[in-house]
Structure formats: C-alpha cells, structure tokens
C-alpha cells in the first residue's frame, strides 16, 4: 500500500499557480521528463483526452504553465512561472497540445513524447490530487512512479547482465526489467547513482544509454516504508496506551513514514507556518494580476473590520479575511502552499491561523495544529482523494474542512476525540459538493467554498466541544466521500462544463479573459 507523508500528500507542495492538479502536478510530470532526456529536449508533443478534465482546462487552469517550468528543470515556486511558456520558446523548445483520445482514461491523464535528435522517449503520467502524480508509462512499459525515490533507467539489449551486476553491487528499494518499445532496468534508491557504478555500468556490453531522475516529492519513500497507523481505528487502538495527543500521533506517523526525525518533523510544518503566515500578510497588503477574476476584496474587509463596521463575529471575520488573503495570492501567482489543495488552499490554513491568532496562541500552538490537520489529511488521502477532478469540491474544499476542524477544537482546549467528532460533521457536511469555476478560472465560487468550508470548521469544531453527536465514525465518512464522489457527474468535476461555469454570465467572462489574453499576446 501506499502510505500519504503528512509533507508530500496534505501540505503541500509549496507553490504558484491556481491549481496543484494542474500547475504542481503538471510541473513534476515534465521535472521527469525533462531528467529523462538530460535536459537536452528539442521538441514536445503534448496529449490530452478529450473526455479528461484537461482538454477543456490545461491553459487557463495552468497546466500548460506548470509542463513548461519542469520541461525546464524549475520548482513548483519558482517566480519565472508565469511566463514559461516565453522561456521554453527562449531556450529553443517546441511544443504541441493535441486533444485526442488516450489509452489512459484517467481525467488528469498526460501523454507526453519528446525528441531531441539522438533520441525520443514517450511518457504517460496521472495527476492524482493535491500534486500528486502517478507515472504509469514510460516507452510502453507499464510502471507505477510517484518521484518520491532516485530512479535510474539502463537502456541495454542484455537486461540479464546488468541485472546480475546490479543485485550484486546494491541493496536497492526495487530492480526490475520493463520491456516497452525498448528493454531497460528500472532501479529505485534512497541516492542517486554513484558515479564509479554508473561508469562500470555503462561499460557492460549492450548498454545503450543511462538516465538519471531525480525525486520530485520532499518526503522519500523506500522498500521497508511502515506507518503506525492508516486508518482513524487502526490509531485509536495503537494509542490505547499511549494516550497521545492527536498532534503528537501526527508527529509518530509522519516521523516513521519518512525515516526523520520527530524534531525534523516539526521544523518542516514551522517551515509551512511562515510560509502561510506571509500569504495571509501579503494578500492583506494587496495583490495585483491582470489575468484574474476577482481583485483584492480582503484589503476592504481587513479595513471595515477594524472600523467595527462588520456583523460582529471577530474569530469568524477574521477566518474570512485570512481566507480570501490567501486565496488572492494564489491567484496572483504568489507563494503559497496546497494543503491539501491550491484550488482549497484558503480553507484550512486559513481557519487555523485565524483561530490561533485570534486566541493569541504561540507559534508552536499553530504547528501543533497544522499536524493536526495534516494527519486528518493522511487518512482522506490514503482512502478518498483531494482531486476534484475525481471527487468534486467536496475532496478539496470539504476535505480542508475536515483538516481544520480537528485542529480548531484542538486550539479550542479540547481532546482527540473531539477532534475527530469535529472533523466526521464537517466532512458530513460537505458532501456532494460540486466544482465547477467560473470563467474556468480557480478563483469564484472557490474563494466562496474555502470560506464555506472555513466557516464549516468552526462551526463543527464549537459543536464537538460541545459534544454533539457526529454518529458516523471519520473512517467511514471518508469512504463515502469516494463513493459520492464517482456519482457525480463528469461535468461537475472541474471540467467547466457544467454548474456555475456554463451560465451566461460565466461564458461572458471567459470570453472578456479570453479577449484580454488574445490582446496581450499581440
């Protein structure tokens, strides 16, 4: 089984761009390209299926701006995004988009070929949520690769020689032969290759070629991978005496999953917390972007509340500035981090900041929180999905409810099972939620979700201190999110075919940004 790391899976990655679906996913789907031709790339061809999410997103959605940043080697902050596509041009890469039925039905489905003039590989790759990916084809072989390992693929017509040197020279996390459009070995490893092994290699009769990809996750993975837990009941028994805290739990999950430290493991989340911390400061500021929906509201909302003149409700008030601070600098390409999803960045971080700001909490309160809300994301991760490509809103925004509303009653004074109370009614809560944007753009009604979802948390996380009934046990919430989420249809799953983004007022502003775009372009 595939085990999510609170960093990898939840929160994060840090990043620009609208959606971590489209601009993060994409973006490390075209880092592995990129290393699997050395960077040396002359000329792309870029495939979408047209029943997929992609064929109706890729641009406005940012695909195509995150494929062409990690065709070019970059990070998923790096600033040079928004205009990657001119620095591709720059460094003498051609590319097409063709919209035409794949083999791979999955909605987020890439099927990229790429040429120089010594070679040209082929590569169909998954983005699976929250910037998750999934490579499933490389030169016809079939694989399953998340960039979380060192991988090195020998291209060699003796696969039998370099196997046996290779089970000789390493403990390796995985050796095996593919055979696709050519016969390779595929090893996976905690390091890259050493470089006395790779020219020995090289040297074994048959070797044709040797490619190095880098990981593209923060968290590694390896063969002897183990959690404590993966369920919420599987927890609660591994807890019986123990009687940990919930973020204390978060820490053991993360600290085994990973092979780091319980101390490296706090040091990454205080790392988040600045990092949210800045977005929320600098949407407050005000941001600028042309091609955008919706301006900076919150700088407004920040002023009339400090004028008293807002419906009282300072927690609530401030959640909802917090909220739209970070959801406009998202759509302004800022820096900010998807937990567990750029398109329900605002939510989650949003709702615990606030809180813990609110309170007057310590900063190591608020790390303590965001471990919280990022464990409760592990277990949505490990039997749902945060894709609404897949699930609808409900996987972004509803899941973002469901992390912060543990970690409020948390900030709240209360215990593990209030949390996980708090978080099964927020997840009840937010089923069936649709995604359908407007404009086909990640911003409304999104920034309204987060704020819905913001909203959500609190409520559920007063009433579970309260001690309301949630009934139906988290991991069982969880499930039927999945299963709610496969009956909604195509069109309501970010495909901007359906909802919202059909209205007539909706296809008035796509024609505008459209417009707009065409002029720009000029």
Known sequence: MNYPSIFNDVVGPVMRGPSSS????????????????????????????PEGS?????????????????FLGWEAHDERLVDSEMHLRGAGISYSIRIIELENKHPNAYQITLTNPWETHKVVAISTGGGMIEVVEIDGAKVSLAGDRFMTLVYSDSSGQVMDYLKQAGDWDSLEVLEGTSSMVLLTAQAPLDAILKEELSQIEGV?????????????????TRVPFITVEEMLAYNADKNLSLWELAVKYE????????????????????????????????????????????????????????????????IIMYVSAIMEVKSSMGVIVAAPTAGSCGAMPG??????????????????????AGLIGVFIAAHSTFAAEVGGCQAECGSGATMAAAALVYLGGGNLQQSLSAASMALQSSLGM??????????????????????????CANMALADYDHLIPLDEVIETMYVVGKSIPNTLRCTNLGGLSITKTAKEIKQKLATKQFFKSC
């Open 208 to 224: 044709k070629r040797i490619k190095e990809i880098r990981p593209v996750l923060p968290v590694l993975s390896s063969k002897n």
């Open 351 to 372: 709702a615990v900041l606030g809180v813990a700001d609110s309170l007057g909490l310590s900063e190591e309160e608020t790390v303590k929180a965001l471990l919280i």
């Open 434 to 459: 649709i995604c359908d944007p407007i404009g086909n753009r990640v911003e409304a009604p999104c920034l309204n979700r987060n704020v819905m979802a913001a909203s959500n948390s609190l409520s």
């Open 22 to 49: 489209h601009c993060a996913a994409s973006l490390r789907i075209a880092r592995i390209c990129h290393d699997l031709l050395g960077g040396r790339i002359s000329s792309i061809e870029i495939d979408f299926d």
């Open 255 to 318: 600290s085994q999953r990973g092979n780091i430290s319980e101390d490296e493991v706090m040091r990454k989340m205080d790392e988040i917390r600045k990092i949210l911390k800045n977005a929320v400061e600098t949407g407050l500021r005000g941001t600028h972007f042309e091609d955008r929906i919706l301006g900076p509201q919150s700088v407004k909302f920040k002023s009339l509340m400090e004028q008293k003149k807002l419906m009282d409700g300072d927690i609530l008030n401030r």
């Open 54 to 70: 992609l064929a109706t997103t890729h641009k406005d959605q940012g695909s195509d701006m995150g494929l062409f940043g990690g």
